[in-house]
């Protein structure tokens, strides 16, 4: 079993920053892809920036130039930097890792989420 703690959210105001931290940790070989996702109360979860094992990223429209997404492989660990925050980025942020175990099989974990709130 794999499993991923989140940490780093929490409350700040508009043209703020905040930086999310996702630990995988548990029968692990190899993390490949890791990504953030979020859900605002009524939406569906929405993919934020994703990053390949070898660095390479992909970001959402609404958060290029803003947020960056970046990884230690040594540690199973993803991080996602997010500045000039805006009211629309509060949600729930989920972090996300393609794993791969001992055995060579892949599989798709889940965080429990971390909530970002940003005020006027």
């Known amino acids: 079993q794999v499993q991923l703690v989140e940490s780093g959210g929490g409350l700040v105001q508009a043209g703020g920053s905040l930086r999310l931290s996702c630990a995988a940790s548990?029968?692990?070989?190899?993390?490949?892809?890791m990504g953030w996702y979020r859900q605002a109360p009524g939406k569906q979860r929405e993919l934020v920036a994703i990053i390949t094992r070898g660095g390479s990223t992909n970001y959402a429209d609404s958060v290029k130039g803003r947020f960056t997404i970046s990884r230690d492989n040594a540690k199973n660990t993803v991080y996602l930097q997010m500045n000039s925050l805006k009211q629309e980025d509060t949600a729930v942020y989920y972090c996300n890792a393609d794993t791969e175990n001992w055995l060579r099989t892949t599989r798709v974990y889940w965080g429990q989420g971390t909530q970002v709130t940003v005020s006027s």
């Open positions: 548990g029968s692990i070989f190899r993390t490949n892809a």
